[in-house]
Each structure stands twice: as structure tokens, then as C-alpha cells.
């Protein structure tokens, strides 16, 4: 008699505080400790950095509230993938988890090990280099490699072997470092005011303008900036399929997360400018070391600068915990190579899918770090975007659950949100011609290898309604 194996799936072992933590963790990091510096460049005054930011949590808080009601709805690992493939159709599905690949998970593991690297170099003088070597290009187009590029691919190695090895292992790590990140965070902003030296007349001190945009287009440009520093907002719809009681944990988790997020930005970015003149900060991307070394000097500074580098670490981490689910479940409906879909039958991971985004990004990682930001940025709110509006779809079909707070003045919230997005691509297409095609040929090769290898043998859709 012979007895037949259950194939290893996916666990339901996430609760309510975990998920909250993947959410803060891949919020917290790239974006808030590197924009700043750019941010005071592009816009000159410390209110019109203040106002980006507020735009941006409202955004982030808006679209964690529509994605909440798809996620209960569609409780399938995925995110994005599961939402467009049913309303738009498989193509799109697969672009949107095609684009997750390289622009939604590798290029932003990518900048927060880069950044790691960057805050690293504060606190290991050996650690940093002048220039890196160019392997290839030239300008913002080069390919290169040294110092920053070596520890930022031993960081993703590393963190990628301990996500192949069991997600309750990785889970407990990530609290852990998302715990110590709130408490730094939540230090280096109490302390600042309390025994730090700056000056509120920073406020009022205005840098030179490095952009020749009007100030309105470069708004919305450099909202491609806080879209990188906000994104993971979604991070828990990544991993629905390993929740337990989705309908209650997954909206309590990206309001909770996004919530607590938006303050602290907002807090650290007063603190930030309380420290150091907007013309001090301009072109710096460890922004937060630079304050830390205005508001404390260079030795206490160099103990926040580690602790910044340690919740980049958290933040690498979890995005290296959600992107791979979503080529998971893409190979589950035959979307993705097939192997994306192997789960290990000790670990309960999906190995390959992991192990691909870790090359991914190690390759990302020889990008300069703002184009690979203003990439991410362009790319992924034209697929947010997408995914909020399917709302309009899913709301007109039988049996969907609606939830109250997006009900409220409907349509109102989802037209909020995609508003922002609208402007973002329309200024980004004038402004950022290379960004532009750098998306659409990432776009069009999904497209193609859809049409191509993956139509003819993709089953319909499987995905669960809740």
C-alpha cells in the first residue's frame, strides 16, 4: 500500500504584532535616513520638506487603508499580483509581479543596503570609499563596484540564507530589530530636544535650490523620494496567505504600522532640520549621521550612526521576507518559472524565489544609489495606483466585503490616493525621460515573456475569495 506526501505549503503563523513589525520594518530605513539631503536641495525650505512628507503619510495611510479591504477579501500571498490579476486580467498580473521583482523588492533591498553601507562608513572609517570603481557607463548610468557594494552583498547574503532557513527564525529576528529601531528612533528625537544643540532659527534659513524645475513640478518629482520612503505600507498583503485570522490581523497591522511610521517621519524630519541648516544638509545622504553629529558630536554620533545601520538591517530583512511570496505565488498559477513555487518541505519557505531576488539584488546594488531611487519611486506608484483602482471593480461584484472607513465618502479616499500617483507619472515622463523608459522596458519585457513562455501554460486563476 503506498501512502501519498501532502505537498509543504504555507503556514498560518503570523499574528497581529508580527505583521505590524513587517510593516514598520520596510517602511522604516532607505527612505527616511537618506531623502532629506536630497529633499533640501530640490525644494529649499524646511516647510516645503515638512508639507512633502505630510502628503506622503496621508498617501501611504489612504492606500494601507484600500489595500486592507483587498486583503481581507483576497487573503492570497501576492499583494498587487492576486489584485490586478483578477480585476485587470492575467497580463497584468503579471507585469505587476514582474515589476515586483526588480523594482519592488530588489532595487529597494538594493538602496537600503547601500544606504547600510553609507551609515557604516560613519562608524568604520575603513569601511569607506571615495569612488568606487565603474565596471561599465558612465554619469548616472554607470555600473560599479567597491567597498559599498561588497558590504552591501554580504548584508543581502546573509539575510537571505536566514530567510531560507524558516520564517518563524527570520520573524523573531525581525522583531527584535524592529523593536530596537523604534527605541533608537524614538531616543535620538527625545534626546535631540532635550540635550541636543540646535537652533529652531534653522526653520527659517532656506537653501540654494539645486533644481532649475519650478518648485511646483519639482513637488511632485521628488515625491519619488518619499513614495521609496513610505513604500511597504503593503507588506503585510505579501504575506496574507500566513496570517492568522487575515480579517482581523491584516488591516489592524497596515493601519497600526503606517500610523506609528507617519509620526516618527514627520518627528525626524523636525529633528533634522532643528539640527543642521538646510544648506548643510543638502546632497547628504546619511542625513542622519550628519545630524547626529550636529545635535551631539562626533563620538555620541557614531553610536546613533551604528544604531541607524542596524535598523537598515531591519529593514533589508523585511523586504527580503515579502517580495519572494510574491513570485510564489505567481508560479502557484503558473505565472512565474515553476520552481518559484517549490516549497521547502523542512524550512516551509520558497527557496527559489529567495535565492533569485538575493542575485537580483546583488547585481541592483552596482546602480548609483538616487537613479535607483527615482526608478523604484516611478514604477511602483504607477502599479499601486492600479491596484487601488481595481476598488472600483471589486466593489460592483457580488459577496465582496466592504470595509466602513473606506466606504466613507466614497469614492473619495481611492481618488485621493491616485490623484498623487497621476501627477507623479505625467511630471516623472517630462522631467525624468531615462527613469520613464527604464520603466517601460521593464514593463514591456513582462509583457513579452508573458506572451511568449508563460500564456499558454498559465491556469486560470485560482486566487480564494475571503
Same mark, same amino acid.
Given at each position: ?41 530640490? /525644494? ?9 512628507? =505630510? ?69 568604520? +572609517? ?32 546573509? #539575510? ?30 527625545? /534626546? ?35 513614495? /521609496?520612503?513610505y513604500s511597504g505600507w503593503n507588506a503585510a498583503t505579501y504575506v496574507a ?49 550628519? +545630524? ?59 527557496? =527559489? ?26 514604477? #511602483?506608484?504607477?502599479?499601486? +495606483? ?26 473619495? #479616499?481611492?481618488? #485621493? ?50
Amino acid at each position: 500500500m503506498s501512502t501519498v506526501t501532502a505537498k509543504p505549503s504555507l503556514l498560518r503563523q503570523l499574528g497581529v504584532i508580527s505583521a505590524s513589525a513587517l510593516v514598520v520594518s520596510s517602511m522604516v530605513g532607505t527612505g527616511i535616513f537618506t531623502t532629506t539631503g536630497y529633499l533640501a536641495g530640490d /525644494l529649499g525650505t524646511s516647510s516645503a520638506i515638512l508639507w512633502i512628507w =505630510v502628503v506622503g503619510a496621508i498617501t501611504a495611510l489612504i492606500g494601507a487603508l484600500c489595500y486592507s479591504e483587498l486583503g481581507i477579501n483576497l487573503p492570497s500571498s501576492g499583494g498587487e499580483y492576486v489584485y490586478l490579476t483578477r480585476a485587470y486580467g492575467p497580463t497584468w498580473g503579471f507585469m505587476s509581479g514582474w515589476v515586483s521583482f526588480f523594482a519592488g523588492f530588489s532595487a529597494p533591498i538594493a538602496a537600503a543596503a547601500l544606504a547600510f553601507s553609507d551609515y557604516l562608513g560613519h562608524v568604520c +572609517a575603513a569601511c569607506t570609499e571615495e569612488k568606487p570603481r565603474v565596471l561599465f557607463g558612465s554619469g548616472d548610468w554607470s555600473f560599479q563596484f567597491g567597498k559599498p557594494q561588497m558590504f552591501a552583498c554580504a548584508l543581502v547574503v546573509v #539575510l537571505t540564507v536566514l530567510n531560507i532557513v524558516g520564517l518563524q527564525r527570520s520573524a523573531r529576528v525581525q522583531n527584535v530589530l524592529t523593536g530596537a529601531k523604534i527605541a533608537m528612533m524614538a531616543a535620538f528625537i527625545g /534626546l535631540a530636544f532635550t540635550i541636543g544643540h540646535g537652533d529652531w532659527g534653522h526653520f527659517s534659513a532656506p537653501a540654494h535650490r539645486t533644481s532649475s524645475m519650478p518648485l511646483f513640478e519639482q513637488f511632485w518629482i521628488s515625491l519619488f523620494f518619499i513614495y /521609496l520612503s513610505y513604500s511597504g505600507w503593503n507588506a503585510a498583503t505579501y504575506v496574507a496567505e500566513e496570517l492568522r485570522q487575515p480579517a482581523r490581523t491584516l488591516p489592524m497591522a497596515l493601519a497600526a504600522g503606517t500610523g506609528l511610521v507617519a509620526v516618527l517621519y514627520i518627528a525626524l524630519n523636525v529633528v533634522f532640520i532643528y539640527a543642521a541648516p538646510l544648506e548643510s544638509l543638502k546632497g547628504e545622504t546619511a542625513v542622519g549621521a550628519l +545630524a547626529a553629529s550636529h545635535l551631539f558630536g562626533g563620538n555620541v554620533a557614531g553610536i546613533f550612526a551604528a544604531l541607524m545601520a542596524l535598523s537598515l538591517v531591519a529593514t533589508v530583512n523585511a523586504q527580503i521576507v515579502t517580495g519572494p511570496r510574491v513570485y510564489y505565488a505567481m508560479a502557484q498559477n503558473g505565472a512565474f518559472l515553476k520552481s518559484a513555487s517549490k516549497v521547502h518541505p523542512r524550512w516551509h519557505t520558497p527557496v =527559489v524565489a529567495i535565492a533569485a531576488q538575493g542575485v537580483c539584488t546583488m547585481i541592483m546594488t552596482m546602480t548609483p544609489f538616487r537613479e535607483l531611487v527615482n526608478y523604484i519611486g516611478f514604477t #511602483l506608484s504607477f502599479f499601486t +495606483a492600479m491596484g487601488v483602482a481595481s476598488l472600483f471593480y471589486f466593489r460592483r461584484q457580488p459577496g465582496w466585503h466592504k470595509l466602513r472607513v473606506v466606504s466613507f465618502c466614497w469614492p473619495l #479616499l481611492p481618488i #485621493l490616493f491616485i490623484i498623487p500617483e497621476i501627477w507623479m507619472v505625467i511630471f516623472g515622463v517630462q522631467r525624468k525621460p531615462f527613469i520613464s523608459l527604464a520603466t517601460v522596458i521593464t514593463m514591456v519585457t513582462g509583457a513579452l515573456v508573458y506572451h511568449f513562455r508563460i500564456r499558454n501554460r498559465a491556469p486560470e486563476s485560482t486566487v480564494e475569495t475571503y
